[in-house]
């Protein structure tokens, strides 16, 4: 094994730091005294054990999650996306100009008919037309991109099942 690589990793969590881990990802504005009381600990333990989980990663990144319809992001698409070829310099120049693009929030390199699956935040269908002809549409290599529009939402989170 390498010396270099973090020994700190799952099978190195005990319950409280699973039990820390599900209270952040339910709600990350909590101080330190009320993530302390929920584990019945200190807020100095709790408090070194939280900067651990961030130090080795488990933690990434703390965010405010906003309502797309109220911000004016109301129209969520899904986007199959196949490619012209498959060469490992045609693979980076699209993720280089996929990141680039705002609308895009999610994409995930995938198996199966298709190569890539995008989610798009747009205001209303004129504004995700315009994108496609404008922004996705400019993106050489491209073969097709199937589009699937979401009319309802019945279950969304971001916390990962632990």
């Not at 799952?10 to 929920?38: F, M, P, S």
């Not at 130090?55 to 490619?83: M, P």
Request: proline share 1%; charged share 25%; hydrophobic share 40%.
């Amino acid at each position: 094994m390498d010396s270099r690589i973090d020994k700190f990793s799952a099978d190195t969590l005990d319950d409280i730091d699973w039990k820390l881990l599900e209270i952040l990802q339910e709600n990350g504005k909590l101080t330190t005294k009320e993530i302390a009381q929920r584990v019945h600990l200190s807020s100095t333990p709790v408090y070194e054990r939280i900067k651990r989980l961030e130090k080795g990663g488990y933690i990434q990144n703390y965010v405010a999650v906003l309502d797309a319809e109220r911000v004016g992001k109301g129209l969520t698409v899904f986007c199959n996306v196949t490619l012209k070829e498959h060469t490992k310099e045609i693979g980076n120049q699209f993720v280089q100009d996929i990141t680039s693009l705002k609308e895009v929030t999610e994409c995930y390199n995938i198996s199966g008919d298709y190569d890539f699956l995008l989610k798009i935040m747009v205001r209303d269908m004129k504004h995700y037309q315009s994108f496609v002809i404008n922004e996705l549409g400019l993106i050489k290599n491209i073969g097709s991109a199937h589009s699937t529009f979401v009319m309802g939402v019945i279950k969304h989170s971001y916390a990962i099942p632990l």
